[in-house]
């Protein structure tokens, strides 16, 4: 058994940060080029059709790449691909930094996706090595609220650096905090078990699992305007991929992904309630900036100052909910958070838009406030449920459930809003039908979370029929 398991190490804080960094490193990356897509569109005479691919080359590399570099981390040890994966991190953002044409500029940020994937991938995985299993819960809490950090102090900082230096800073900046957070790693996390030698690696899944999850990603991530067909086209060709992917899977003598694994109790519901929880999540990015300034009317500068409460009580709420977990359990808390987050539905489906701002904010903290504690429970549950040898393909799975689950949230409760509006398009809608669309997308929201809950009762029965677990 790992020491690190049932005791202390002097080291251990250390190691934490290590992580922590980390995840603050690749969720900076995921929002930091945002604020500076206007800018881009100046600079190289492009669309923002054209721009927009800054950011969704990244989103598609961390989404493709997640399962396969969870599976290499367990093969070929966790602690040297994160460092190699902070090193990629590192080159792709002083590649961005010296881009000097929008097309370098994208391939840049592919290469800077793929080392966030392996930051994503493995700083869960990695504290089961890094941390006490009595802690597990607290540092999967610090690991929430990093997360959250790095996405609210991206657009922030971003803005800031653009303004004063220039776009090139933003990356300048990702990279110099690339190469503290490979110091922190490099001197800090536990080395790699002494294993056996590592199975071959199933190189046909891995190609047709990433060219599956890049359809599909692509698909949600389409710019409106897009023809249907297309969106259409790569959603087909992500199904017959994925069915060619199951195929090719239970030949295989060692397979990318045994599917196994969705049957272990609290595994499966695990991923599925990260998906349904996100895609919620997702909601209020993408419905709140319109129902603001559109039904509430408010100032630019308003609308974000209120969106700021949300990622705020996350990062907040994070290690307090971890230590929960610690304390009372995966299982209890996890129904609190969802039980917060459907709360919060109901608060934005139900109050009337004339009551302003207080009627969002109350809302909007309740579902923050739950989904932070939800992510605190949910990690915790389902990492350490599984063999130390599988934590990196699991802990991969599960941040793909996520990304997943935002990427379907942006596009499906988008359309949802639209439709519910009653109108042609969001700039022919008014107050009152703007405020309609945020009623319904978010009663929408609110029966995936009461499925998501209903998801945490069948475990516990089977568990307790064989186990004798106490509920």
């Not at 869960?124 to 990093?146: C, F, H, I, Y």
């Not at 408010?298 to 977990?325: E, S």
Request: proline share 5%.
């Amino acid at each position: 058994m790992n020491q690190l398991s049932t005791r202390t190490s002097p080291d251990t804080p250390w190691r934490l940060a290590s992580l922590a960094l980390a995840m603050l490193l690749s969720s900076l990356g995921t929002s930091i080029a945002n604020v500076a897509l206007p800018t881009l569109a100046r600079e190289f005479a492009a669309s923002f059709q054209a721009v927009q691919w800054v950011v969704l080359a990244y989103l598609l590399a961390v989404t493709t790449a997640l399962v396969v570099v969870g599976r290499l981390g367990d093969q070929f040890g966790r602690r040297r691909l994160m460092l190699a994966g902070i090193g990629v991190f590192v080159l792709g953002s002083a590649l961005a930094a010296a881009s000097g044409s929008l097309a370098w500029l994208m391939a840049a940020r592919v290469v800077q996706g793929l080392g966030a994937a392996v930051m994503m991938a493995l700083s869960m995985a990695l504290v089961g090595d890094a941390v006490p299993k009595s802690q597990s819960g607290r540092a999967m809490g610090l690991l929430g609220t990093m997360s959250a950090v790095g996405t609210a102090l991206g657009p922030s900082l971003g803005g800031g650096l653009v303004a004063a230096f220039g776009w090139p800073a933003i990356f300048l900046a990702t990279a110099a905090l690339g190469l503290v957070a490979f110091a922190f790693a490099a001197r800090h996390l536990p080395a790699d078990a002494r294993t056996a030698a590592p199975a071959s690696f199933d190189l046909p899944g891995a190609a047709l699992l990433a060219s599956a999850l890049a359809a599909y990603a692509l698909a949600m991530t389409l710019p409106h305007g897009t023809p249907g067909t297309l969106r259409l086209a790569l959603l087909l060709l992500s199904l017959v991929l994925a069915g060619a992917f199951f195929a090719v899977e239970v030949r295989s003598p060692a397979p990318l992904l045994r599917f196994a694994l969705f049957r272990e109790p609290g595994i499966g519901a695990g991923f599925a309630m990260a998906a349904l929880v996100n895609v919620v999540a997702m909601t209020t990015l993408v419905v709140g900036p319109f129902h603001l300034a559109r039904a509430l009317g408010l100032a630019p500068a308003a609308v974000g100052l209120v969106m700021t409460a949300g990622p705020a009580v996350a990062a907040l709420l994070g290690v307090p909910a971890g230590r929960a977990v610690d304390r009372f359990g995966s299982r209890r808390v996890l129904r609190l958070g969802l039980a917060s987050m459907a709360a919060g539905c109901v608060g934005f489906a139900a109050l009337p838009f004339s009551l302003g701002v207080p009627a969002y904010v109350l809302p909007l903290v309740l579902t923050t406030a739950g989904f932070a504690i939800f992510q605190a429970a949910n990690n915790t549950a389902v990492v350490t449920a599984v063999a130390p040898e599988r934590r990196g393909l699991v802990s991969a799975l599960l941040t793909l459930a996520r990304n997943l689950g935002l990427v379907t949230g942006a596009s499906a409760m988008g359309a949802v809003f639209l439709a519910a509006t009653g109108a042609a398009s969001l700039a022919a809608a008014d107050a009152a039908a703007i405020a309609k669309g945020t009623h319904v997308a978010f009663a929408v929201g609110g029966l995936l979370v009461a499925i998501a809950f209903a998801m945490t009762l069948a475990p516990v029965r089977a568990a307790a029929a064989v186990q004798g677990e106490r509920a």
